[in-house]
């Protein structure tokens, strides 16, 4: 059987407001990659102070959220990019449950995530604490209001991790 035309790579995101959704979607546009986003069974609060006071108890309390189904397995995909908002310095807890719940042994993961510029993160750190068998590359990070022109950062970023994907218009 001839797999050269299926996806070498997995795009797993949440996006809370959108800014993930568009970095995801470029990377996506870009490399060709299956791509899913994870939902928790639960949706945030749309009001920001609620949002960010639950946000804050999660983190702090290591919760990972019941998640909505997920059609794609990382089981055949070499390289796996995660995309998160940069929440209160860390990834965002549905992110951190899909990652908890998979076993990414020996993938290669690409974080990335969208941010307004406050609290600074080490994704990689956070993320090799949930999968300490993966292989966690240097994260890029956006602006909110630079996402809309991701790709203009996500083919030096792929280059610098030593990723070669044909150009897609």
């Known amino acids: 059987?001839?797999?050269?035309?299926?996806?070498?790579?997995?795009i797993v995101s949440y996006s809370y407001s959108g800014h993930t959704h568009r970095v995801a979607e470029a990377l996506q546009q870009i490399t060709g990659g299956a791509w899913c986003e994870s939902y928790p069974w639960?949706?945030?609060?749309?009001a920001f102070p609620e949002l960010l006071s639950q946000a804050r108890k999660e983190i702090q309390g290591h919760v990972r959220p019941r998640l909505l189904p997920v059609f794609h397995t990382p089981r055949p995909y070499p390289v796996i990019f995660v995309g998160t908002?940069?929440?209160?310095g860390t990834l965002a807890p549905?992110?951190?449950?899909?990652?908890y719940h998979n076993d990414l042994s020996g993938k290669r993961i690409l974080p990335f995530y969208a941010h307004c510029g406050?609290?600074?993160?080490d994704l990689r750190?956070?993320?090799q604490t949930l999968c300490p068998r993966a292989e966690v590359?240097?994260?890029?990070?956006?602006?909110?209001?630079?996402?809309?022109?991701?790709?203009?950062?996500i083919q030096p970023w792929l280059l610098r991790a030593g990723l070669t994907v044909p150009l897609r218009k």
């Open 1 to 10: 059987m001839d797999h050269t035309n299926e996806p070498r790579f997995l």
């Open 42 to 46: 639960q949706p945030y609060p749309a």
């Open 118 to 121: 406050g609290v600074p993160c």
């Open 94 to 99: 549905p992110l951190a449950s899909w990652l």
């Open 137 to 153: 590359g240097e994260p890029l990070g956006i602006l909110d209001r630079e996402t809309d022109e991701a790709a203009e950062q």
């Open 85 to 88: 908002p940069n929440w209160c």
């Open 125 to 127: 750190r956070d993320i």
